[in-house]
C-alpha cells in the first residue's frame, strides 16, 4: 500500500486580529509595522450572503467614494453611483462611451451592419449585467504614493460605490485588515 503525504502551505498570515499579506509575520511584528505606516483607514463592515466585507471610503476627483475591499475579484469596478460623483456630466459621460463603443463594434465586424441605436442597446444591457466595455483610469493619492488603476464600470445596483479587486491590492507592499479594530493599513 502506497502513502500519500499531502503538504499545505499557507501563503498569508491569519491572526485573531489581522490578515497580512507578508509571510512568517507574528502579531507583534505586524503591529509594528501597522505602526510604522503612514496612512490607515477605517472601515465599517458590509453585511451580505458571504459573510462581512470591509468597505473604505476613497477621496476620487475630490469626491468620496465608498469602496468594498474584495481581493478575490480580479478587477476593481465602479458603479453608475460612483462614476456620477466623479463626474460633471454622467449623461455625457456615457454617451461618450457609447460612441467608442458603436466605432469599435463597427470597426471590428464590418461584415455586420449595426445602427448606433442597436449599439446603445448592446452597451446598456452589458452594463446592466455587470459585462463592462467601459475602463475607466484614475490615479489615487496616498500622501507622496500613488496607485494607478483601472476601475471596469458596471450599471449594477449597490449600496456602495464600487470595488477594490486585486488589480488594487496588488500594487501594494503590504495590507494588513485589522478586523477588531475595523483598521486597514497599506
Not at 490578515?19 to 503612514?38: P, S, V
Not at 463626474?87 to 458603436?102: A, G, L, Y
Request: one cysteine or more.
Amino acid at each position: 500500500m502506497k502513502k500519500i503525504i499531502i503538504v499545505f502551505i499557507c501563503l498569508f498570515t491569519i491572526t485573531s486580529c489581522s490578515t497580512t499579506y507578508k509571510k512568517n509575520e507574528t502579531n507583534k511584528e505586524i503591529q509594528n509595522i501597522n505602526n510604522q505606516l503612514d496612512y490607515k483607514y477605517i472601515f465599517e463592515y458590509y453585511d451580505n450572503k458571504k459573510g462581512r466585507t470591509p468597505i473604505i471610503q476613497l477621496s476620487i476627483n475630490n469626491q468620496q467614494l465608498s469602496f468594498y475591499c474584495d481581493t478575490g475579484a480580479s478587477k476593481s469596478w465602479i458603479y453608475k453611483s460612483g462614476v456620477k460623483k466623479i463626474t460633471t456630466d454622467f449623461e455625457e459621460w456615457e454617451k461618450n462611451n457609447i460612441d467608442v463603443f458603436f466605432e469599435d463594434i463597427v470597426s471590428t465586424n464590418p461584415q455586420n451592419s449595426y445602427t448606433y441605436s442597436e449599439a446603445k442597446s448592446m452597451y446598456r444591457d452589458m452594463a446592466k449585467k455587470g459585462i463592462a466595455y467601459t475602463k475607466i483610469p484614475i490615479t489615487l493619492y496616498q500622501d507622496e504614493r500613488k496607485y494607478d488603476l483601472v476601475l471596469s464600470y458596471s450599471d449594477t445596483k449597490h449600496s456602495y460605490d464600487g470595488v477594490l479587486g486585486l488589480n488594487f491590492f496588488e500594487q501594494l507592499d503590504f495590507v494588513s485588515f485589522d478586523y477588531i479594530k475595523k483598521e486597514i493599513f497599506f
